[in-house]
């Protein structure tokens, strides 16, 4: 008998030592669980917001020559260099403006892959970098033209120029742009066009200076 009560007593000791590990490994879990879950809380916090098909992000003019780097690094997919074979350029026919304002407000995708700002509407020289670009898409149809290549890199330079030169700050980076997008993506200098449509965003206008830029793109070569 008396080794039954010692084996009882042994094993309610037992049982009451085993509480308090219990409890331990309980309030652990649950510690663990919490931290976790402020951790998954946090990061989704600080995490970058999901691209929109309408954003944005502009590519500042400086009176040094810019960095284009950040063209090629920050795109949502993969650049495919055989993927564009030219380079469209025409002005917005516009006093003023910006991708959003010229594509008709925030919900309206832009149809060009760069815009280049004449300080109205825009930072005079400021890049605006579209979605297009961003997620390799084809360009968007330019108001006035009758069709678009899908593996032209279109770019709008704002300001009507029916009536004045770019400013020349926007010829600078134009050049600058080009002459970039050209040497990363190996499109020859005769690839680059643009068309005489009087009265049109999908013109260039009579102003642009077109044997000049032409002289310019050709030099690199």
Known sequence: MKTHRSNSSS???????????????VVVLVSLVGVLTFTSALLLAIAPAP????????LLASETTPSFDELYDQTAVSIDSHRWNY?????SDTASGNSQTLAGGENTMPPDHFLIGNG??????????????KQQLAPGRTPGSDWIVENCISICVVGDFNKARPTPLQQRQLIQLVQSLR?????PADRVFFDQKPDSPAGIGSYFPATDFRREIASAD
């Open 11 to 25: 094993s309610s000791a037992e049982r009451k030592a085993a509480i308090p590990t219990t409890r331990r490994r």
């Open 51 to 58: 691209l929109s098909p309408q954003t944005t992000s502009t």
């Open 87 to 91: 380079i469209y350029i025409h002005h």
């Open 120 to 133: 109205d509407g825009c930072g005079d020289g400021d890049i605006e970098v579209g979605s297009r670009w």
């Open 183 to 187: 040497g990363r993506l190996h499109i």
